[in-house]
């Protein structure tokens, strides 16, 4: 159960804006950034997979194509919730979903084979972000991994004013920001596994795991 004293940072930004947060991710290409990350998991029937920072559901609604996963979407946001549970009825998928914060994951040590997290991470304090890295450790089982994709600083020489406007505050994603910190939580064979220029800037994905011996 959520903290209902606690902040955080709606879907949208703002809860008025949230029916514009799926067009506006389809625009800058999310789906495709999302597709990559589940090619990339290489998931398998049978394992329990996780989204932090679910929002909307857009990643669950994807994730729900392959048949005989176990399906699990964590938000802070109640609105955000409601609507990812009206997309995923629609396409018929069973899907777990909780209101909770990524660094306070309300699930067993070792309970989970994946864990994803989409244009979530740049909403987190520094000490949350950590936090919910040590958390996702936590939780996963050996062998399992970390799939996380979001903004990446801009590029001055290749990106417009807007993106850099928009990404200013992922100044500490730069040079390893990212790989450092899933490093630091215990995560193993981290690494930057791709990017993509969309139209709000660079997506990068990033990927750590747990050894199956661990």
């Known amino acids: 159960m959520a903290d209902a004293t606690r902040s955080f940072v709606p879907a949208a930004g703002r809860d008025l804006f949230l029916p514009l947060y799926d067009p506006l991710q389809r625009m800058m290409g999310g789906d495709a950034v999302r597709e990559d990350m589940i090619q990339a998991a290489a998931l398998t029937p049978g394992q329990r997979v996780l989204d932090i920072g679910c929002g909307t559901g857009s990643l669950l609604v994807q994730l729900a194509r392959q048949e005989g996963l176990e399906l699990l979407g964590l938000d802070p946001d109640a609105l955000a919730l ?7 009825d629609r396409v018929g998928a069973v899907v777990e979903l909780d209101r909770g914060f990524s660094d306070a994951l309300p699930y067993d ?34 062998g399992g991994a ?9 590029d001055d020489r290749a990106d417009g004013v807007l993106a850099r406007l928009l990404h200013a505050h992922v100044h500490d994603h730069a040079e390893g920001g990212i790989v ?14 791709s990017a993509r220029r969309t139209l709000f800037g660079r997506v990068a994905h990033y990927t750590g795991a747990i050894p199956a011996s661990s």
């Open 82 to 88: 409601e609507r990812a549970r009206r997309k995923l």
């Open 180 to 193: 450092r910190r899933l490093e630091e939580a215990g995560l193993s064979d981290a690494k930057e596994l």
């Open 146 to 154: 970390l799939h996380l994709s979001d903004f990446a600083p801009a």
């Open 109 to 142: 040590s070792g309970s989970l084979d994946c864990v994803f997290s989409s244009f979530m991470f740049h909403h987190l304090k520094n000490d949350e972000k950590q936090a919910t890295l040590r958390e996702v450790r936590r939780v996963l089982a050996p």
